[in-house]
């Protein structure tokens, strides 16, 4: 059973950081592509940032130079570092698990954390 688990959200102000931490178990971590995304309220979901297997990486344009993404194979983690956090931060953030195997895809999210970003 492939499971994500996100910890790390919460309520900050304007100009303050937070780490999100993604747990992944039942997949073999090294073979996905992590990313976070995040739906604000009568938003789409959007891509926030992604790391793949190989460690490249990916930023919405919003939140670059703010925001880096890291992972660790030995702990099946994922990381997304929020720095300079704004108000139009605030979402739900998913991390999400991703692959492509002999032309099947495999997609797979977390339950979602809160993000607070205060005024």
């Known amino acids: 059973q492939v499971q994500l688990v996100e910890s790390g959200g919460g309520l900050v102000q304007a100009g303050g950081s937070l780490r999100l931490s993604c747990k992944a178990s039942?997949?073999?971590?090294?073979?996905?592509?992590m990313g976070w995304y995040r739906q604000a309220p009568g938003e789409q979901r959007e891509l926030v940032a992604s790391i793949t297997s190989g460690g490249i990486l990916n930023f919405a344009d919003s939140v670059k130079g703010r925001f880096t993404i890291s992972r660790d194979s030995a702990k099946n983690t994922v990381w997304l570092q929020m720095n300079s956090l704004k108000p139009e931060d605030t979402a739900v953030y998913y991390c999400?698990?991703?692959?492509?195997?002999?032309?099947?895809?495999?997609?797979?999210w977390g339950q979602g954390t809160q993000v607070t970003v205060s005024s």
């Open positions: 039942g997949i073999t971590f090294n073979a996905y592509a």
């Open positions: 999400n698990a991703r692959r492509s195997w002999f032309g099947k895809e495999f997609n797979y």
